[in-house]
């Protein structure tokens, strides 16, 4: 297994969408609960979506109805696209994959108003 490596982060208007992949190389997604999170600068890091290894998907208030994380088995990659974006949105994304909570470098979003 290898680093996870998110990507597809950059300047967004607000009301704008974005799309973030995540590279899990070597996972077997069925085997895994790969979530995204997200850290706003002096604020601690929290869960905004998850896919379970069957399937299943779960998203805080925050989000839910905005954001919708999906996979790709074969391609071993995990999307999360983001709708309605608003400057409190703003933050670095990070992807894991559990068990063994493997972490992947960051891909800023930055919102603009």
């Not at 967004?12 to 070597?26: D, I, K, M, Q, Y």
């Not at 979506?49 to 996979?71: E, L, W």
Request: hydrophobic letters at 30%; one cysteine or more; glycine letters at 14%.
């Amino acid at each position: 297994q290898s680093d996870l490596a998110a990507s597809g982060g950059g300047l967004v208007h607000t009301g704008g969408s974005a799309r973030l992949s995540c590279a899990v190389p070597g996972f077997t997604l069925a085997d895994y609960a790969v979530g995204w999170f997200r850290q706003a600068p002096g604020l601690e890091r929290e869960g905004i979506a998850q896919i379970t290894g069957g399937g299943s998907t779960n998203y805080p208030d925050s989000v839910k109805g905005r954001f919708t994380i999906s996979r790709d088995n074969p391609k071993n990659t995990v999307y999360l696209q983001m709708n309605s974006l608003k400057p409190e949105d703003t933050a670095v994304y990070y992807c894991n994959a559990k068990p063994g909570n493997y972490w992947g470098k960051g891909t800023l979003v930055t919102v603009s108003s």
